[in-house]
């Protein structure tokens, strides 16, 4: 047992915690003493366990005042541990680029995080670095085809698949590579996405087996041809090779939180340019090993929330069993149109003004028959007026309302939220549904989100986007489900507006195939698949001293 940082938490070797789930020590893929991987084919082995209760936590449209979203997930695991209920909590992984950009870590806060810390934000088991590596094996790939004869006739002017990497370099957007002469290959445009951008990534999180794996992985379309059919990653025998970089990535990762509770930690797409949550293979394992799963997806209800119910839950053949809604009275007055410096103050007015963003995500989560509980991640800063406010305008809803203690408490602070969210599974009614038919023509389904979960007026798309569903429905890939690309900042297109938009006209600008993955990728507005590092980045705060010990990740 070590101290770490956290206040000093005892940290306990993840045998102890392995054990806690029925998971002996000759099971384990030990990292060190404190992180293991548990391997896939466990699942095979306890496939006739009965599954748990499955909790998805979700939030409102996220502001700079924070939500707390990741703490109340870890919190309410540790609640629900705390009072005789076997929960596992599962998270995705850290990209690098947020942590060095904005967020400076992702593994919660206070008395509600995981552990080891530094090492989940930093390289961790190596899961991004081999979704990297894949990834840009099949781009050298490429390349090496184009330049070696290109007997696959590839289109070299629409060559698809960009290159990644694990971090915010808007230098990479877009860039010329094979320069230098005929030997270094062929001149042509391409670009960067961040590794959580990846289809790799999405295909890591999708995927239930190695032979899964490698089909989807056969399927991603790298490209057409001069006559326009589709070129895959299979056509380049690209998928073996793929596959065995990413064979040790697919093994869920076993880590513990700062009550030494058990948490899953494994794969990391973005909601608002990916679907947006952890692997399936994690969830999976997490239901066969506990009472109750906790389930964070990415950003708010109508990004990482709308895309488990509508696509990952098929695929994984999943039913939520509540929903936790996570919101903050900061981020509600911001929302109100609050100051960020005016937070600490008291504004009933800007918070009531501020609810209506989270009576949109209760009124969509209720769309897809789902009971919820609303999470009020507590700040200290908050007023018992203001608290009342939201408890009162929540319970007009028929929503239950609980606080969230877990960033200053701990376990002890969420112990009513767990109770509130049993209760919930065993009492409130559950008709869970998706909001859309996969089989509908593919402007019918994006204009289904644009109305009933965005809440605009009208879709428009741009002449690229027309061809590019001519394009895929032409090919065999409309009844695939959409998974939209959209700024996180706004229930809109449009970063720069908050609240709860309405009637507004909703911009398509082009539709990408990721056919591996199994989705369309809608992309809305100027939302970017290779973010920037912001003018003062976290970056410049993260330090690490003569004993090795780092700083700035909090």
């Known amino acids: 047992m070590e101290e770490t940082g956290v206040k000093k938490v005892i940290i306990k070797p993840i045998t102890e915690i392995a054990k806690k789930i029925g998971i002996e020590e000759d099971q384990l893929i030990p990292y060190g003493r404190y992180m293991a991987k548990i391997p896939h084919q466990v699942l095979k082995t306890i496939k006739n366990k009965t599954d748990g209760k499955l909790i998805i936590v979700t939030a409102i449209t996220p502001t700079p005042a924070g939500e707390g979203k990741t703490t109340t997930s870890i919190g309410l695991s540790l609640g629900m541990n705390r009072i005789g209920k076997k929960s596992i909590v599962t998270l995705r992984e850290p990209s690098l680029g947020p942590v060095f950009g904005v967020k400076g870590g992702a593994t919660g ?22 979704v990297t590596a894949a990834h840009n094996l099949l781009a050298a790939m490429i390349d090496a085809h184009i330049h070696n004869g290109n007997s696959l006739n590839i289109d070299v002017r629409d060559v698809k698949w960009p290159r990644a990497i694990d971090m915010n370099d808007r230098a990479l957007r877009e860039i010329v590579v094979a320069l230098g002469g005929h030997s270094n290959g062929f001149p042509r445009e391409t670009g960067y996405v961040i590794t959580a951008a990846s289809e ?22 790298i490209g057409e041809t001069v006559d326009g059919k589709y070129v895959t990653a299979g056509d380049l025998h690209a998928q073996g090779a793929m596959t065995a970089l990413l064979k040790d990535a697919l093994n869920p990762n076993l880590v513990q939180t700062t009550e030494n509770t058990p948490v899953i930690v494994h794969g990391g797409p973005f909601a608002n340019i990916a679907h947006g949550t952890n692997s399936i293979i994690a969830t999976k394992m997490a239901l066969k090993l506990a009472d109750y799963v906790i389930t964070e997806t990415g950003f708010a209800a109508d990004l990482g929330a709308e895309k488990f119910f509508d696509t990952v839950s098929r695929y994984a053949n999943l039913k939520p069993d509540t929903v936790v809604l996570v919101a903050s009275v900061r981020a509600l007055k911001m929302h109100g149109g609050e100051d960020k410096k005016n937070l600490k103050n008291e504004n009933i007015e ?12 209760i009124e969509n989560i209720k769309k897809f028959g789902l009971p919820v509980v609303v999470a009020i991640n507590k700040f200290p800063t908050d007023s018992l007026t203001e608290i009342k406010t939201v408890e009162d305008e929540v319970k007009k809803m028929g929503v239950r309302f609980a606080l969230s203690e877990g960033f200053e408490k701990g376990g002890i602070g969420t112990e009513t939220l767990a109770k509130e969210v049993i209760e919930s599974i065993e009492k409130d009614k559950n008709t869970f549904h998706r909001i859309y ?24 798309y741009a002449p690229t986007a027309l061809s590019d569903i001519r394009k895929i429905e032409k090919s065999g890939y409309g009844n695939l489900p959409v998974i939209m690309a959209k700024t996180q900042s706004s ?13 507004y006209t909703f911009t398509i600008r082009e539709v990408k195939l990721s056919a591996g993955a199994g989705f369309i990728v809608p992309i809305a507005g100027e939302i970017m698949t290779m973010p920037g590092l912001p003018k003062e980045p976290a970056a410049i705060n993260i330090d690490v001293d003569d004993d090795g010990q780092i700083t700035g990740l909090f």
């Open 109 to 130: 806060g206070g008395k509600a995080q995981v552990l080891p810390m530094e090492e989940i934000n930093l390289h961790f088991t190596g899961d991004l670095h081999a």
């Open 200 to 221: 790799v990534m999405a295909i890591l999180c999708l995927a239930e087996s190695i032979t899964d794996l490698k089909e989807r992985l056969s399927k991603i379309v």
């Open 350 to 361: 800007a918070l009531k003004k501020g609810m209506e963003n989270l009576k949109v995500h």
């Open 437 to 460: 038919d996969w089989e509908m023509p593919i402007k019918t389904k994006i204009e289904t989100l644009a109305r009933e979960i965005y809440r605009a007026g009208k879709v428009e």
């Open 491 to 503: 229930l809109s297109d449009d970063p720069k507006v908050a609240g709860a938009p309405s009637g």
